[in-house]
């Protein structure tokens, strides 16, 4: 089903926008709003980036993207540069899609941040609007405004909120657009550029606009904290966490959303955020003791893993072979940052595992250090071969249908531990393998 539909009318007054950032953020919201009829360039410092959007193709695997991509750059209304300073020349907006990624103090590292901001501030038009849909701390839409230092530009708090592998249909169709700025009348204008979305607005100041994004991400990581703390407990006490969750989730005050136990969260975003905010708190005096334990408790979570599948093949992992299955942080997406599939298999090849491991986005020739160690295989039933346990860590699609009567009897030792409850339990104790699922045991 295509993603685009009829409510997405072309502007009637189209702007000429800048994007600095060609990534999961600045891609999806560029090619929206080329999209919506208005001219946008987009700058990227990266080179294969780049040329994936100038040759129409997306850089990054995201449903629905590529299509709206090659339209908008074939018809020209969305370009690609290197350069944010030619980017930003004659626009009137100028959206900062650029990583914040987590500092060596658990704090958000603005340094993209801060040299976008000095490096276009004297290109920019006099009346220009910048727009920071990175995730900042508090106090960062100021940080922006003084380095520009240009009294007729206006910075404006736009947090984003859409996910990965989803990208473009969530910025199509939101749930809320929040912009925040002591200057209404410049944050209304940012939200009309999303009106054919039809989401609700929320305007408001700076501060509670970069607070939202955090205390949102925040909220979602707690609450998978506690689902998984649940799964483990139900494996302590024998019950049965897919009953558990139906049994809360059909609750509306609770529902269903992010109630799914699995290997823990991860990605580039709630492991960064939440650290960040513990911080923002701790600088302003106060403990956020309910999002410590959250984090705390998503290390355990993958302990918990390790040591359920250490169990079931004999209770020690040193010298056995594992066939690692999924290593991106979720299905959908190719990405790895802080991936909780990484962190398990970090886990087990500690506890002197060898590992064989395989995803569909990562070929065997990959040479990234954050899977140099993990034998990455080119197909899973080279993975799974001659493996005393196959544990599964993203859930894609194909690991829903496998064929495990003629994978198991492959393997060493017929052991599969599903983290992801995407397994088909029954068939494979129908081929002869002894199967644990988190909160299911
Ligand atoms: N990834 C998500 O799902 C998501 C969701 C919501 C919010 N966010 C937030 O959005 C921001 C961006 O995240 P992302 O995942 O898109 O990051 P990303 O790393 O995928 O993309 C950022 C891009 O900016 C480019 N860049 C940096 N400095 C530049 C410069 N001076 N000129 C041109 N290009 C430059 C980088 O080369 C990179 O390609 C972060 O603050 C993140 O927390 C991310």
Redesign the pocket.
């Known amino acids: 089903m295509s993603l685009l539909d009829s409510t997405h009318q072309t502007v009637s007054h189209p702007e000429r926008i800048a994007v600095?950032?060609?990534?999961?953020?600045?891609i999806p919201t560029a090619v929206m709003l080329a999209h919506f009829g208005h001219s946008v360039v987009i700058?990227?410092?990266?080179e294969f980036?780049r040329e994936s959007i100038r040759n129409g193709r997306s850089p990054i695997l995201e449903d629905g993207l590529e299509d709206v991509l090659a339209a908008v750059v074939q018809s020209g209304q969305l370009e690609v540069t290197a350069d944010?300073v030619q980017a930003v020349a004659g626009a009137k907006f100028v959206f900062l899609?650029?990583?914040?990624p987590m500092d060596d103090d658990g704090r958000a590292d603005l340094s993209?941040i801060d040299?976008?901001a000095q490096?276009i501030a004297h290109a920019l038009r006099d009346d220009a609007i910048v727009v920071n849909?990175?995730?900042v701390p508090v106090g960062t839409m100021e940080r922006v405004r003084s380095l520009i230092n240009r009294p007729g530009v206006r910075v404006v708090s736009n947090p984003?909120?859409?996910?990965?592998g989803t990208a473009l249909g969530d910025s199509l169709k939101p749930d809320r657009i929040v912009v925040g700025a002591e200057d209404r009348d410049a944050a209304k204008s940012v939200a009309q550029l999303f009106a054919s979305t039809g989401a609700p607005v929320v305007v408001t100041d700076a501060t509670t606009s970069e607070l939202i994004k955090y205390a949102s991400n925040a909220f979602l990581a707690t609450k998978l904290s506690f689902i998984n703390t649940m799964s483990r407990l139900c494996d302590q006490l024998g019950a049965d966490v897919d009953d558990l969750v139906r049994g809360m989730g059909s609750d509306h005050r609770i529902g269903f959303p992010f109630l799914n136990p699995g290997p823990g969260w991860g990605g580039?975003?709630l492991p960064k955020d939440t650290s960040a905010l513990v911080a923002i708190a701790a600088d302003a005096g106060l403990s956020l003791d309910v999002v410590r334990a959250a984090i705390e408790s998503n290390a355990a979570q993958q302990r918990h893993i390790v040591t359920q599948v250490a169990a079931m093949v004999g209770g020690a992992l040193s010298g056995k072979t594992v066939a690692v299955l999924g290593l991106t942080f979720k299905a959908n997406t190719g990405d790895r940052r802080d991936s909780p599939a990484l962190q398990v298999a970090e886990l087990l090849l500690a506890a002197g595992a060898r590992l064989h491991s395989f995803d569909p986005t990562v070929s065997a020739d990959d040479s990234s250090s954050d899977v140099a160690n993990l034998g990455v295989c080119a197909t899973l039933e080279e993975a799974v071969v001659g493996a005393d346990a196959a544990v599964v860590l993203t859930e894609w699609a194909m690991f829903r249908s496998l064929e495990w009567s003629r994978l198991v009897p492959t393997m060493a030792q017929p052991c599969i531990y599903d983290a992801r409850s995407v397994v088909d339990l029954e068939a494979a104790r129908a081929a002869g393998a002894m199967v644990r699922s988190i909160g299911r045991s």
């Open positions: 600095i950032g060609a990534g999961y953020v600045g700058a990227e410092r990266d980036r944010a899609c650029v990583a914040t993209f040299a976008v490096q849909k990175s995730t984003e909120f859409l996910r990965e580039s975003c």
